[in-house]
T-cell receptor, first 114, second 111 residues
Framework: DTAVSQTPKYLVTQMGNDKSIKCEQN?????MYWYKQDSKKFLKIMFS???????INETVPNRFSPKSPDKAHLNLHINSLELGDSAVYFC?????????????FGDGTRLSIL | GNSVTQMEGPVTLSEEAFLTINCTYT??????LFWYVQYPGEGLQLLLK?????DKGSNKGFEATYRKETTSFHLEKGSVQVSDSAVYFC??????????FGQGTRLTINP
């Protein structure tokens, strides 16, 4: 059973397009996250939601807009894609925002901008 | 702000060699410390953690000890296997739910 699932796994698109990445977790967790991993494997948090409410919003261009329709889903919509957006995006979840609770990661979505 | 610095990779070892991946951190107060592992084509998985000074986290033969005096959390394994080939991330978390990761260290184990 997949605990944290992201779709699509690969996304290739042209500069200027708008795209969405979906994330769903079936663990019953309250908290979900989006991370960006660049070509050098550096991983940075972008957003975090707890029970559908935004709790972490790092310095991310406002072309990136997360949406949480319910606590099991956290989707990432990106407008006007740029070359620098090429990366692997990871969704994660944890039972609560409590730092002692480990985060469970999805397998990632590799976004390539042409 | 908080930060994590890891030993630069890539690291290549032979099977059964001893492994150390260095990790040091900068933080105020007492963060929790973690090692995550990323196998090829997969997401990150928690490998081990320590929540206070002198705690030792261990899992799958890997160990790391939270050293407050040297602000370090080095990852060690006595005898590595080919299946340990992955990217390893040191991370800290403090206060409001924000994991801060190091830059990752790619480990390759040759048979």
């Amino acid at each position: 059973d997949t605990a944290v699932s992201q779709t699509p796994k690969y996304l290739v698109t042209q500069m200027g397009n708008d795209k969405s990445i979906k994330c769903e977790q079936n663990l019953g967790h309250d908290t979900m996250y989006w991370y960006k991993q660049d070509s050098k494997k550096f991983l940075k948090i972008m957003f975090s939601y707890n029970n559908k409410e935004l709790i972490i919003n790092e310095t991310v261009p406002n072309r990136f807009s997360p949406k949480s329709p319910d606590k099991a889903h956290l989707n990432l919509h990106i407008n006007s894609l740029e070359l620098g957006d090429s990366a692997v995006y990871f969704c994660a979840s944890s039972p609560t925002p409590d730092i002692l609770q480990p985060q469970h990661f999805g397998d990632g979505t590799r976004l390539s901008i042409l | 702000g908080n930060s994590v610095t890891q030993m630069e990779g890539p690291v290549t070892l032979s099977e059964e060699a001893f492994l150390t991946i260095n990790c040091t951190y900068t933080a105020t107060g007492y963060p929790s410390l973690f090692w995550y592992v990323q196998y090829p084509g997969e997401g990150l998985q928690l490998l081990l953690k320590a929540t206070k000074a002198d705690d030792k986290g261990s899992n799958k033969g890997f160990e790391a000890t939270y050293r407050k005096e040297t602000t370090s959390f080095h990852l060690e394994k006595g005898s590595v296997q080919v299946s340990d080939s992955a990217v390893y991330f040191c991370a800290l978390q403090q206060g409001a739910q924000k994991l801060v990761f190091g830059q990752g260290t790619r480990l390759t184990i040759n048979p």
